[in-house]
């Protein structure tokens, strides 16, 4: 069976649905009972087979799909595609703006600014487009269908006679949102925090510190004194709390590491800061890393660079080529 019930009061079912990637073989679905109502957090990739689990395991626990609510922890494919499948016509969907609009504006122009921005930090045309490529959202579900809502921080969600908090933790992504239940203190995280990897930042369109306010939701959640935090990847587990004091160290020992290469090494771009960095990953050659991995690789350590220039602890000039260098 690929569901379990996993909390009771409030009746908490976690649903596995398939979805192979590098870090994780599926997206943990959850869905809150209350009174013959039913709260579904995040939906999961798009696949034939993810498509009939999830609707195999609503029907099995007993999800009345005219009595639902659907909410989005973010706009990932694995998190929101399955919406068109599984949300009845005129279903209410609960998602966070910025992460809407970033899905909104996914087509040619997004994807060619991403291109440019690339190309001058550096990278290599051929691979400027194939990384911009990925970074634009597909539409992922069509938002005339159902009733699109924008939640934000401190919205209450109700589901029978529960009523959960809404906690905006962006960072993953500009939009992320969490779901907090303050009466029995789990919270549904999403991609915040994980444990099977350490969750890739968001380089946020409107150039926000994508990495601030990562650092800042961290610090969020772990004041909400939580009973216990439901992932979307990998399995529950109870030193969440010790996982995200390590999430902030590891960054902080990353930005402090990007920093002292561009002190050693002044004048370098973009792409040759974020290459000269200690990755997880082992390679002898750039080029022997695969494509996704370097994608995910080059727009994290842009983030990095841009939280330094934000704060002031490196310096950004363009070149006369109209390449990004860092001093
Ligand atoms: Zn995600
Ligand atoms: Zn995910």
């Not at 494919?77 to 005129?90: I, S, W």
């Not at 209410?92 to 909104?104: P, Q």
């Not at 009973?227 to 587990?237: I, N, Y």
């Not at 792409?271 to 494509?291: A, H, M, T, Y």
Request: aromatic share 8%; proline share 4%.
């Amino acid at each position: 069976m690929s569901w379990s019930k996993v909390h009771s009061d409030p009746d908490v079912y976690e649903v596995r649905v398939p979805f192979q990637n590098v870090s994780t073989s599926a997206t943990n679905c959850f869905v809150v009972m209350d009174g013959g109502e039913a709260l579904v957090v995040d939906t999961g990739a798009p696949t034939e087979e993810g498509a009939a689990v999830l609707d195999a395991a609503l029907d099995e626990i007993g999800v009345e799909r005219s009595r639902a609510t659907f909410f989005l922890t973010h706009l990932h494919l694995d998190h929101a595609g399955l919406v068109d499948r599984v949300a009845p016509e005129g279903a209410t969907v609960l998602v966070g703006s910025a992460d809407f609009d970033a899905m909104r504006a996914s087509g040619a122009s997004a994807y060619e600014r991403m291109r440019r921005l690339l190309a001058s930090e550096g990278v290599s045309l051929s691979d400027a487009s194939g990384y911009a490529r990925h970074s634009v959202e597909m539409p992922l579900f069509d938002p005339a269908r159902v009733d699109v809502r924008f939640a934000v921080e401190g919205d209450e969600v109700p589901v029978g006679g529960r009523r959960l908090r809404v906690v905006e933790v962006p960072g993953h992504t500009p939009g992320s949102l969490a779901l907090f239940d303050p009466a029995s203190r789990i919270l549904f995280g999403g991609d915040h925090v994980l444990f099977v990897i350490s969750p890739g930042i968001a380089l946020f369109p409107d150039g926000r510190d994508g990495l601030q306010a990562y650092l800042d939701s961290l610090e969020k959640v772990r004041s909400l004194g939580c009973s216990r935090l439901f992932v979307a990847h990998g399995d529950e587990r109870a030193d969440f709390e010790a996982r995200i004091d390590w999430l902030r160290a590891h960054h902080l020992g990353r930005l402090e590491e990007a920093q002292g290469i561009v002190r050693s090494c002044p004048g370098l771009s973009g792409e040759e800061v974020v290459r000269s960095i200690k990755w997880n990953v082992p390679f002898e050659r750039w080029e022997d890393i695969s494509f996704m991995q370097r994608w995910c690789i080059v727009m994290e350590g842009l983030v990095f660079l841009n939280h330094l220039v934000d704060r002031g602890l490196v310096r950004r000039d363009e070149d006369e080529a109209g390449v990004r260098r860092y001093f």
